[in-house]
C-alpha cells in the first residue's frame, strides 16, 4: 500500500527539514515555494541535509517542487505549513488550503509559538486543523509537538500521531493551545533567566552557558524536570522552591538587556557579537559540534 501523499508549505529551512523526513520514510512529497530564488536551491540543500545526517540519497527523488499552491496540496493525504511567523501570513496559507486541499487533508501548521486557534479562528473545517511544532533542525531532533485547538477534532489528532510515529518521530499530544506549546515556554523561561543574571552581573554570557552544560544540561536527555524534582523529593523541591522563586526574574515582556543588545546592532552570530563575540572560526565550531551531537544521538535512538 502507497504511503500518503505529503504536501509542505514553504521551501526554507523548516519546509525542506520536514519534506526531508516524510521522504526519507517513503512519502511522496509536494514542496511548494513560491519565491523563485528559494525553490531553486531546495533539491540542493535536500541532498546536502540527506548526506550530514547520513540518509539514503534516493529519497530526494520523492520530493517535487513547485511555485503552484493548488498543485501541491491537490492529492495530498496531510499539508504542513512552514512560512514566516506572521499571522497574516498563515491565515492567508490556510485559507488557500482549504480552497485547494481534498476536503479529508489534514492541515497543519508549523508555528513554533503561535496558537492554533489564532490561525484557524473563522475559517471553514477548522476541525482538520491541527499544529505540528518541528524543532530545528527537522531531520535529527525527535519531538513533534501536536497541538489541538478548541476545534481540533480527536480523530485529527489520533492520525496525525500515527503517522509521525510511523516516520520515526516522537510526537506529544499538546491539549492546551497556549503560546510557545510545552517546550519552547520552558526553553524561554530558561532564556529569560539567563539574560537576566548576565544583566545582573551575576556571571559573563560563556560562564553561565559552561555552567548549564556541564550540570543540568547534561542530566536532561534521560532526566526531565519533573523526573528530577520526583527523584530528589516534592518536599525538598518546595523547600528550595521557597528560597528560589521569590528570587526569579519577573520581567513581563522582553528583557530590557536583550533590546539594547539588538538596538546596538548585536544580533549574535549574524553580526559577529551577541552577548559575547563570535569568530568566523568559533561559529563554524559551534555548528559543526551540534550537528556531530544530533546525528549521534540520532543513531543511537535508532538502534534502541
Known amino acids: 500500500m502507497a504511503e500518503p501523499r505529503i504536501a509542505v508549505i514553504g521551501g526554507g529551512l523548516m519546509g525542506v527539514g520536514i519534506a526531508q523526513v516524510f521522504a526519507s ?7 511548494h515555494e513560491p519565491f523563485d ?24 527523488a520523492r520530493v517535487t517542487v513547485t ?25 492567508a496559507i490556510f485559507a488557500g488550503l482549504i480552497a485547494h486541499a481534498p476536503r479529508n487533508a489534514i492541515l497543519a501548521s508549523n508555528s513554533s509559538v503561535m ?3 489564532s490561525i484557524a479562528a473563522g475559517l471553514d473545517t477548522a476541525d482538520r486543523i491541527v499544529g505540528t511544532h518541528w524543532w530545528n533542525p527537522a531531520p535529527l531532533i525527535p519531538l513533534v509537538e501536536v497541538i489541538q485547538g478548541s476545534h481540533t477534532s480527536d480523530e485529527t489528532v ?39 543574571m548576565v544583566a545582573d552581573g551575576v556571571c559573563d554570557a560563556r560562564t553561565l552557558d559552561h555552567c548549564v552544560k556541564n550540570s543540568f544540561g ?3 536527555p534521560v532526566l526531565g524536570p519533573l523526573e528530577n524534582a520526583d527523584l530528589v523529593g516534592l518536599d525538598l523541591t518546595l523547600d528550595i522552591h521557597r528560597t528560589i522563586i521569590p528570587e526569579l526574574d519577573r520581567s513581563a515582556g522582553p528583557h530590557p538587556h536583550l533590546a539594547a ?11 559577529g557579537e ?21 546525528v549521534k544521538a540520532q543513531r543511537e535512538r535508532a538502534a534502541k
Open 25 to 31: 520514510a517513503g512519502h511522496e512529497v509536494a514542496v
Open 37 to 60: 530564488q528559494v525553490r531553486a536551491t531546495v533539491a540542493e540543500r535536500l541532498r546536502a541535509d540527506l548526506e550530514l545526517a547520513g540518509g539514503d540519497p534516493a529519497a530526494a
Open 67 to 91: 511555485a503552484d499552491i493548488a498543485e501541491a496540496v491537490a492529492s495530498a493525504a496531510f499539508v504542513t505549513e512552514a512560512a514566516p511567523e506572521r499571522i497574516e501570513i498563515k491565515r
Open 115 to 117: 496558537p492554533i486557534g
Open 158 to 196: 489520533t492520525i496525525t500521531m500515527a503517522l509521525l510515529e510511523s516516520i520515526g518521530k516522537a510526537p506529544a499530544h499538546v491539549r492546551k493551545d497556549v503560546p510557545g506549546f510545552v517546550a519552547n515556554r520552558l526553553q524561554h523561561a530558561l532564556w529569560r533567566e539567563a539574560i537576566a
Open 218 to 220: 547534561m542530566r536532561l
Open 261 to 271: 543588545l539588538v538596538a546596538a546592532g548585536r544580533l549574535g552570530f549574524k553580526s
Open 274 to 294: 551577541g552577548f559575547r563575540p563570535w569568530t568566523d572560526a568559533e561559529k563554524a565550531e559551534l555548528r559543526a559540534d551540534l550537528a556531530a551531537h544530533l
